[in-house]
């Protein structure tokens, strides 16, 4: 086990951006592009804010843990976020990013981190994957809802695992 802070594996399409985000602002829109196509995406600015100062706090280590992630620069420039780590560098889709994602997650398990997963379809929500995941009490796996994504509650629950708190 090590000293250093929980490695947060981040999604962006289900957990950032999503359709009704909510968080009692109105939602930013923005487009970003994988070099051939540009996306709409909409996101609570609240939510980018409480990533960002998590983020500068040294709570976390937020790595890119999406399809996007051959394309994140454009996500931080987009959110106006500094350049984070990536889970993985390939441009990738299916059945190759969600088997690259679950290979992040016990990749930080076995890297002595304790683990943060947020993905609204990949995050198992019980079975044996998740109890692998979670035996140790080093992981806190949060699946929202695609079309709500983050929520105030998550980021509580996030900062407060970070923190050592039980989960």
């Known amino acids: ?3 250093l802070p929980p ?8 957990v950032i951006n999503a359709s009704r985000p909510g968080w009692s ?7 970003a592009s994988d070099n051939t196509t540009s996306y709409r995406l909409r996101w609570a600015p609240a939510l980018i804010d409480r990533i960002r100062t998590i983020h500068k706090a040294g709570t ?9 992630c051959a394309y994140a620069d454009q996500l931080e420039r987009l959110f106006a976020l500094p350049p984070l780590g990536r889970a993985f560098t390939d441009d990738i889709n299916g059945e190759a990013a969600s088997t690259a994602k679950l290979t992040a997650a016990r990749q ?9 997963w947020t993905d609204d379809t990949e995050v198992p ?3 044996d994957v998740h109890d692998e995941l979670t035996g140790s009490g080093r992981a806190l796996l949060i699946r929202p809802r695609g079309s709500i994504g983050l929520q105030p509650e998550h980021m509580d629950r996030i900062e407060a695992f970070a923190r050592g708190e039980a989960s």
């Open 1 to 3: 086990m090590t000293d």
């Open 7 to 14: 490695v947060w594996l981040l999604d962006v399409d289900g």
């Open 25 to 31: 602002a109105a939602p930013r829109k923005g487009y």
């Open 60 to 68: 976390v280590e937020i790595r890119w843990c999406t399809t996007w």
């Open 108 to 116: 930080v398990l076995a890297d002595g981190r304790r683990l943060i």
């Open 125 to 127: 929500p019980g079975g």
